[in-house]
């Protein structure tokens, strides 16, 4: 018997988690569908990641950019993720989303409020996902043009978490867990949040991540929500994810998410391979990313000339350096199709992909109150 402190959504999703028969999973899956339709019409959001550095200071026992991995390193100047983001531009992409581990050292001192401001005249809705700080930094992003934040916790398990992350500020649970709430304080009017599966049991995962989703709907309701469930993916370091999580149960741990909260935006990254992106597609799936590259400078090259490794935080440079050299990704993606062939995949499936969805002169002339 389910918890009965637990609010009425929590239990019914919890309720949909557990093992279902084919048949029954292909009725959820059916009316996922039709749920998305009556809230998202076909529309679907594409966006791309920017890499802008992949040095940090956190050990994170899962990550490629693990501060003690000895990876390619390298950030960017303001003009390299100027060409990178122009690249996108070109593409279609006119949503970015702005990455980079977490070090003070390479990414402080108003450096990513440059890249948005470079950015923000033809990339009309930029993102950050990058180390957790306090509301009035968000503020200053915010004032710089950022609209949409995305942070996840990685894995809801307190005792998983204290394990996995044995050095940085990330290995404090509790002041990840907050910051969604900083960043609508510092005003965000876009956040996502999500997990990693395969780093804790799937169906404990789901829940918790369900439970921080309900509570901010309720407590911060004046922001939209993105929810993800990225799958873990090889990378630097050879982590080997504890947990499974099959495909049949990410198709239902998505069903439910759509079936429970039918206005909350659902992403999926090209961490998942072409023939389950397009089979959930249709299922509640609201935003995608395509042609993506998880290393700074993946897009254009940029940066090459800069690489090094880092020792106790410490800048080493390489020994020998080679023209076929770039630096590490922080995970190997599963789907390396075009933007071009996604498009096209989307059209034929009955869907609108949407490049832009969002302008300054919206509020820009918006009535006055």
Partial sequence: MLPQG???LLRRFESMLEPVAPERLERMAQESMRVTRRHFGRTMRLFAPVYVSNECVNNCAYCGFSRDNPILRVTLTIDQVVKEARHLAVEGFRHVLLVAGEHPKFVSDGYLEECIRAIKGF?????????????PEYE??????AEGLVVYQETYQRETYARLHTAGPKKNFDWRLECPERGYEGGFRRIGIGALFGLA????EAVA???HLEWLQRHCWKASYTVAMPRMRPAAGGFVPEFGFTDAEFVQLLCAFRLCFPQVGIVLSTRETPALRDA?????VTSM??????????????GKDDLHITRKGRRVELEEKSVEDRATGQFDIADERTPREI???LRRLGLDPVWKDWDEAILDNAPAA
């Fill in 6 to 8: 637990k609010p009425a």
């Fill in 123 to 135: 990339i009309p809705t930029v993102a950050i996902e990058v180390g957790p700080m306090e509301a």
């Fill in 140 to 145: 200053r992003m915010v004032a710089a043009g």
């Fill in 201 to 204: 049991p799937w169906r404990e």
């Fill in 209 to 211: 991540l369900a439970a």
């Fill in 280 to 284: 959930v597609l249709p299922l509640g």
């Fill in 289 to 302: 990313s395509a042609g993506s590259h998880t290393e700074p400078g993946g897009y254009t090259g940029q």
């Fill in 343 to 345: 498009e096209v995949l």
